[in-house]
């Protein structure tokens, strides 16, 4: 079971490469900002509480997405390794994640900041949309269909862009993401867990590095 964090600002490439990990080895990505999206979009309570604050670029409370990643957790017993994308935020995530892998049993073994500049964020926040029924991840120039106007995981033709991905909306993300979020990597580094990666680089050689710190640990185990 391999646990990671991908940390890093809007736009560092998160869920990119949480879902090019995925479909490599099969992990469960565990993205806060897509089941708050999905309680978006069923209308749920908590969908209700986060819309306002998500169009805003404000973090939703600590006790709502803690919430949704114990549900999560709970729910994949098959899952041969987690990615936490977008999650923990706040030093009181980061602490109740811990909390909540150890009454499982279970221990983080990297935390992989992205590491990007910030000047780069907007251009790649503004140029990115999805697919509408599989969520495959798009951008209008560093990542097209093969074919265009066609989903190359599901050939779905239609696509989607979030509300969030504004400029002035980015802006304040950023500012959450400095505030808030930064400011938990000492407790990581602490711990031993934390690898920076550029992730201003191609987006094949940010996953090829990713790969190298997983194979480590894989070399490093005794058999
Ligand atoms: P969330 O959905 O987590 O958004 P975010 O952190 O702002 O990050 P993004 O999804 O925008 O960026 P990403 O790093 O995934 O980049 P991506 O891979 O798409 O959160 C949204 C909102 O939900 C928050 O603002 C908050 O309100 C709420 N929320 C969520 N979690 C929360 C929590 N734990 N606590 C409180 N509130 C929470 O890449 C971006 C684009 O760049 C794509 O088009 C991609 O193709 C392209 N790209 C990626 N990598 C590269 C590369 N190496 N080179 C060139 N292009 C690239
Ligand atoms: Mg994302």
Redesign the pocket.
Known sequence: MKLLI?L???????????QLLTSKYGYVQL????M??AAVKAGSEVGKQ?EA??KS??????E??TKLIADRLDGESQATGFIF??????QA?AESLDALLSERGLKLDHVIE?DVDEDALVD??S???TCARCNE???DR??LPKTAGVCDVCGSTEFKR?P??NAETVRT?LA??RAKTAPILPYYEAKGLVTRVD?????E??TASIDRILGEETVGTPA
């Open positions: 991908l890093g600002p809007p736009g560092a490439g998160k869920g990119t490469q949480a993205s806060t900002g897509d708050l999206r986060a604050i998500m670029g404000g973090l939703v409370s600590d709502i997405v994308d977008g999650y923990p935020r706040t995530q992205l790649r926040i140029g990115r949309y991840g798009y951008h560093y990542k979030r969030d991905d993300r959450e993401y992730g201003m680089a191609d987006i050689d940010v």
